[in-house]
């Protein structure tokens, strides 16, 4: 049963005075899907995008089973306890192919974060997104610094476009990785180590922390076969144990520093920029796909075309053409034609 919606002033008013549970509300309007809730997310943003823009946008990303949510647990504690800041994670979830809910829960995995009255863990089901993050993080990104929190981090489900989709919406990319580069260091992609602007190897510890230290030597010096990234900064390869907490203190010295460097290079209102233009693209991108599969032409053709695609008796090309045609250039009604 949908819960109640309010009016638009009072979600405002809710987030603005830093109260969780309307954040949470208001994120579920934003991340809704009912053509009836569209409008009051655009009032909503409308009248919070002036108090935006003031947080640390952090992602973090890396292959599944490296330890990111042990890693934001340990990172958060720190940065909450020791520094007493806030934090919002917004964290994606790979999808339930039945529910189309979030299946690991994020709360359950960082059990000691979700405990802290500064922290606010929001999950958000994939849904079939591109590039690791939900379709709305952007936007939620948004309400979040509107509530007050000055450091938001996106934890990616880390597959493929990952990297690309998580820069387009922060200004630091973290990469964690696990000790033992070799056939690992083969595997990574010339891109991503161009993209991210550290390398934390995860898990540093015991018996590992001589296999990591040999990974940070092999990291580093793949680095150095690439130019330095904007403005000059060189990521650096740090060691870290999620477990420990070895390092982590040292890590968020590195992200205050790249902070420090991007304010006064002036590169941090240039990637702000990009950001919105990177935002607005998306935006366009989603309103034409929902137009599309809204349009009543296509919507009565759709079952018949995927019907013949998944009989081969149209290629996937064809049947794209043939729907993309009839929506740019709908057949004409009757009336229209006697006119």
């Excluded at 934001?72 to 806030?86: A, S």
């Excluded at 938001?152 to 990319?173: K, L, N, Y």
């Excluded at 935002?279 to 995927?306: K, T, Y």
Aim: with cysteine.
């Amino acid at each position: 049963m949908r819960t109640r919606r309010l009016a638009a002033e009072q979600y405002v008013s809710g987030v603005l005075a830093g109260d969780v549970a309307t954040l949470a509300r208001t994120i579920t309007v934003i991340e809704s899907d009912l053509p009836s809730d569209g409008e009051l997310a655009a009032q909503i943003l409308d009248a919070l995008l002036p108090h935006t823009g003031k947080s640390r946008r952090i992602g973090i990303t890396g292959a599944p089973g490296v330890g990111k949510s042990t890693f934001l647990d340990t990172m958060g504690l720190h940065l909450i306890r020791e520094r007493g800041e806030k934090l919002a994670v917004l964290s994606v979830d790979p999808s339930s192919p039945i529910t189309g809910g979030s299946i690991l829960g994020d709360k359950t995995r960082m059990e000691k974060l979700s405990a802290e009255p500064n922290a606010f863990i929001r999950p958000s089901p994939s849904r079939g997104s591109m590039g690791g993050v939900a379709g709305r993080t952007r936007e939620t990104l948004l309400l979040c610094e509107a509530a007050g929190f000055r450091n938001i981090w996106i934890e990616t489900i880390g597959v493929g476009q990952s990297e690309i989709a998580v820069r387009s919406m922060t200004d630091f990319v973290l990469l964690l990785l696990l000790p033992g580069a070799g056939d690992e260091l083969q595997g990574i992609k010339r891109g991503i180590l161009e993209l991210v602007d550290a390398i934390a190897i995860n898990k540093a510890d015991g018996p590992l922390l001589e296999r990591a230290r040999l990974s940070r030597a092999d990291y580093e010096n793949a680095l150095h076969l690439f130019a330095p990234g904007a403005g000059g900064w060189v990521p650096p390869v740090m060691l870290c144990s999620a477990r420990t907490g070895e390092g982590i203190a040292e890590l968020w010295e590195c992200v205050l520093r790249h902070e420090r460097f991007q304010l006064e290079t002036g590169l941090r209102a240039e990637i702000r920029r990009e950001q919105s233009l990177a935002a607005m693209r998306q935006i366009i991108s989603a309103e034409l796909e929902a137009a599309l599969r809204h349009d009543p032409n296509i919507a009565s053709r759709l079952p018949e075309i995927e019907a013949r695609v998944r009989a081969e008796r149209m290629t996937s090309y064809q049947a794209a053409r043939e729907l993309l045609g009839e929506f740019r250039y709908p057949p004409k009604t009757m009336d229209q034609k006697r006119n």
